[in-house]
T-cell receptor
Framework: LAKTTQPISMDSYEGQEVNITCSHNNIATNDYITWYQQFPSQGPRFIIQGYKTKVTNEVASLFIPADRKSSTLSLPRVSLSDTAVYYCLVGFETGANNLFFGTGTRLTVIP | GAVVSQHPSWVICKSGTSVKIECRSLDFQATTMFWYRQFPKQSLMLMATSNEGSKATYEQGVEKDKFLINHASLTLSTLTVTSAHPEDSSFYIC?????????????FGNGTRLTVT
């Protein structure tokens, strides 16, 4: 199982860029890296997914180094509404790896 | 796209009764759906994998006779908590993958808050 390690919590001021790093040292060749966001009393929401290098969409960027043993979710110019828990999952859909959630990172955006 | 609808969003029941939670994929088909439980301030814990047309696969420590799962179609899975007790009070969340999308991410419902009195 590709175990993931993230910081438990982070604080950031509004308008700043936030980078959350996830370590996944035993990632397998076929594994993808997927990030989710969860607000209190809601189900997680898909943010971004990538395999290598950099992926960008309308809400975030995902940076993956060449060895793929870690990944960094980058949230540009955060607002108060970005306060949430962020989870990274590693695996491929035909395997069970990316069904198991780690501790996640609780991001608090401060006015 | 890729919407998962979960119903009810909250339910209160008396100890000893059963509660059914529905999970529907609205705009995609899902061969498998997944049921999670989440306690306050904790991460999601996978309970079981629901397989369309066959038996569910339960994670270690999850009682299959207590948490009955049925996946009768490619868009609907149900979780029934039987003979509920206060310790079953939790936040239950379902998710599914779009079987037509390569390496589809998980799409989650908005969860069901179960309170057993």
């Amino acid at each position: 199982l590709a175990k993931t390690t993230q910081p438990i919590s982070m604080d950031s001021y509004e308008g700043q860029e936030v980078n959350i790093t996830c370590s996944h040292n035993n990632i397998a060749t076929n594994d993808y890296i997927t990030w989710y966001q969860q607000f209190p009393s809601q189900g997680p929401r898909f943010i971004i997914q990538g395999y290598k290098t950099k992926v960008t969409n309308e809400v975030a960027s995902l940076f993956i180094p060449a060895d793929r043993k870690s990944s960094t979710l980058s949230l540009p110019r955060v607002s108060l509404s970005d306060t949430a828990v962020y989870y990274c999952l590693v695996g491929f859909e035909t395997g069970a790896n990316n069904l198991f959630f780690g501790t996640g990172t609780r991001l608090t955006v401060i006015p | 796209g890729a919407v998962v609808s979960q119903h009810p969003s909250w339910v209160i029941c008396k100890s000893g009764t059963s509660v059914k939670i529905e999970c529907r994929s609205l705009d995609f088909q899902a061969t498998t759906m997944f049921w999670y439980r989440q306690f306050p301030k904790q991460s999601l814990m996978l309970m079981a994998t629901s397989n369309e047309g066959s038996k569910a696969t339960y994670e270690q420590g999850v009682e299959k006779d207590k948490f009955l799962i049925n996946h009768a179609s490619l868009t609907l899975s149900t979780l029934t908590v039987t003979s509920a007790h206060p310790e079953d009070s939790s936040f239950y969340i379902c998710s599914a993958r779009d079987r037509e999308t390569y390496n589809s991410p998980l799409h989650f419902g908005n969860g069901t808050r179960l309170t057993v009195t």
